[in-house]
């Protein structure tokens, strides 16, 4: 999506917000064009945000589990590591984004990416460790 001209990160933003006011407000289909794009437009930066936070929470979902499978790194190293490494795509990406058309490089935007990515590492973690109690459990039953 980096690599998205604003215009077109801009029409796929706004049919996003254009789907939850369809999804989430009540009368929303009857609403006329107009109105319909203005609520999208005033929901576009959240959107934008959250579409951010939730591609890097993805990402660090992937590296932690990538970093734990191949054993690279092992206990708190691995949150170090996966937080570092999410951080520095994050900054590459951005500064991708000097060089497509209306797009810029915020470094906000780093800061929601790498969030994402401690939350969706945070998830990792939390999965791992419950999946480990439950086949714990079962080997002391068996």
């Known amino acids: 999506m980096s690599a998205a001209p604003a215009q077109d990160s801009t029409v796929m933003s ?3 917000g254009r789907f939850i006011g369809d999804v ?20 576009d930066f959240v ?3 959250c579409a951010h936070a939730a591609e890097y929470a ?12 191949t054993g690279m790194t092992h206990g708190k190293n691995t949150a170090a590591a996966c937080i570092c490494f999410c951080f520095l795509y994050a900054c590459t990406d951005e ?8 797009r810029a ?3 906000i935007d780093v800061l929601i990416d790498t969030g994402g990515a401690l939350c969706g ?13 439950i086949r714990g459990n079962r080997c002391i039953r068996a």
């Open 105 to 107: 490089c915020r470094f």
């Open 121 to 133: 590492m945070g998830f990792y973690l939390l999965v791992s460790l419950i999946w480990r109690k």
């Open 95 to 102: 500064l991708h984004q000097l060089f497509v058309p209306g």
């Open 14 to 16: 706004l049919s996003v």
């Open 47 to 49: 959107v934008r945000k």
């Open 58 to 69: 993805v990402l660090g979902v992937l590296v932690s589990g990538w970093l734990r499978r």
């Open 24 to 43: 989430f407000v009540p009368g929303f289909k009857t609403w006329s064009a107009a109105r319909q794009t203005a609520f999208a437009r005033s929901i």
